[in-house]
């Protein structure tokens, strides 16, 4: 009799902890859309070598390498983990750190007079001088509109500067980084990412494009940069848009897509980080199952 009562009293605390655990509030509201069929390894996909002889460039410490970007003076600089930019030789050697923002460095570009802009994801939108000082740009639309997670920039011919910010409602500062609040925006798949504009000669920041699906990264369409509009991966939607006034194209693609390059020859260059898996995207499609898999994130 003893026993049995323990064994009861048992059973109704892991019921009220089941209980618990699923009413646990979560930060995330998930919103279910019908993502595209994934086509595996296959087709386009298909395993390949074609990247085999890759030359593998050592950075010693650094980790976490984001974006690279030629600038005029023929040196290559990489975005790393801690904030710090890393400068190398075009080959990848003598790799030594320029200069550091303090916080999550993304995306960066560089005006006509070599000067460096980057998409600071904890700070904004920042410029690094030659003499390597960093200064804010821009870290606000408005007063009460924060940039949040300024990701990837570009900086166009009339030195116009557009940059995405991937996400309004979950901000790598307040969630522990950037892969944290990543995985927030992707589970709920609210759509608050958006592209901005900052006008150097204004210094005013305006939203060009907003609605999009963590709004990654940003590069240009064609080679005309003077007259047509950059494209910007929305990571969520798996698909790549064009904006402008006139019209809008969408590039759609079944994988998680983080970057677009385009070659002088033409040919488009898509970074894939991941295949998406098929359970992952029926998931998608059902939104409670989204909030269940949120509470154990």
């Not at 009293?9 to 509201?29: E, F, K, N, T």
């Not at 002889?53 to 410490?61: D, H, K, P, R, V």
């Not at 979950?170 to 759509?191: H, M, N």
């Amino acid at each position: 009799m003893f026993i049995k009562r323990i064994l009861v009293s048992l059973g109704i605390m892991v019921l009220g902890i089941a209980a618990y655990l699923c009413l646990w509030p979560v930060p995330a509201d998930p919103v279910s859309w019908a993502a595209p069929i994934p086509p595996g390894y296959s087709g386009a996909f298909a395993a390949n070598n074609k990247l085999a002889n890759l030359n593998l460039i050592e950075l010693g410490q650094e980790v976490g390498p984001e974006h690279i970007a030629k600038s005029p003076d023929g040196k290559l600089y990489a975005a790393m983990e801690n904030g710090s930019v890393v400068q190398m030789d075009l080959d990848g050697k003598n790799p030594t750190v320029f200069a550091s923002t303090g916080g999550r460095v993304l995306g960066l570009d560089f005006e006509a007079d070599g000067r460096m802009i980057v998409a600071d994801a904890m700070k904004g939108l920042l410029a690094i001088a030659s003499d390597k000082t960093v200064s804010v740009l821009s870290d606000q639309v408005e007063p009460n509109d924060p940039i949040g997670y300024a990701n990837s920039v570009v900086v166009a011919p009339d030195g116009k500067i557009y940059f995405t910010d991937s996400s309004t409602r979950f901000r790598p500062i307040e969630w522990g980084g950037t892969y944290q609040a990543s995985v927030l925006d992707v589970l709920e798949q609210s759509a608050t990412g958006r592209v901005l504009v900052y006008d150097p000669e204004a210094k005013k920041t305006s939203v060009v494009a907003r609605g999009l699906s963590f709004a990654n990264g940003i590069g240009w369409a064609c080679l005309d940069r003077a007259t047509q509009p950059p494209m910007v991966c929305q990571t969520n939607h798996l698909c790549e848009r064009s904006w402008c006034d006139c019209h809008d194209h969408y590039y759609p693609l079944a994988n998680l897509t983080d970057m677009s390059l385009l070659s002088t020859r033409l040919d488009r260059w898509w970074r894939i980080f991941k295949i998406r898996q098929e359970p992952i995207r029926q998931q998608q499609e059902r939104q409670k199952l989204q909030t269940a898999s949120t509470s154990t994130a």
